[in-house]
């Protein structure tokens, strides 16, 4: 995706050995591209098919535009630049394995906020239910019918 396709479609299309496709009238411009958006996305599925994401990374970095991958969660987890930003936190469980997950985007003071393990399930129902005014006698009533855990 370029944000501006008209302005790197060329570089794009000489970048693959694709030439061709600038000056393609079906290609020529963004409102051609999405007038003939099957036939488009097909040439470039067949394009992007004869690389590997490594070639393509490698490729891609000769062009003068934007770009990044969409990564898996995974794949962040070992990303040089995510690392260098400390995007990456460790998670730990208290009597459990830790593990790394991708921060919170949001920073405060340059610093991510702090990672804890998500809740088990029904973790929390019995202190929401006494904060929003339910008595004991009710909640056990809820637990016996099984309405919650």
């Not at 000489?14 to 099957?38: K, Q, S, Y």
């Not at 898996?72 to 995510?82: A, E, G, K």
């Amino acid at each position: 995706m370029f944000l501006e396709a008209d302005r790197y479609w060329a570089d794009f299309c000489r970048l693959i050995g694709r030439e061709e496709l600038a000056a393609d009238p079906r290609f020529v411009d963004m409102a051609a591209r999405r007038a003939n958006g099957a036939e488009c996305v097909a040439l470039l599925d067949e394009e992007f098919g004869r690389r590997t994401f490594a070639e393509w990374k490698e490729l891609l970095s000769g062009i003068d535009a934007p770009w990044a991958p969409v990564q898996s969660v995974i794949d962040l987890l070992d990303d040089p630049q995510v690392e260098a930003n400390g995007y990456i936190g460790d998670v730990v469980i208290e009597g459990g394995p830790a593990y790394r997950l991708p921060a919170v985007p949001v920073q405060f003071d340059g610093q991510p906020p702090d990672l804890r393990r998500a809740p088990e399930h029904g973790e929390h129902t019995e202190t929401i239910l006494t904060e929003l005014g339910y008595a004991w006698e009710d909640i056990v009533g809820l637990q016996e019918a099984g309405v919650i855990p």
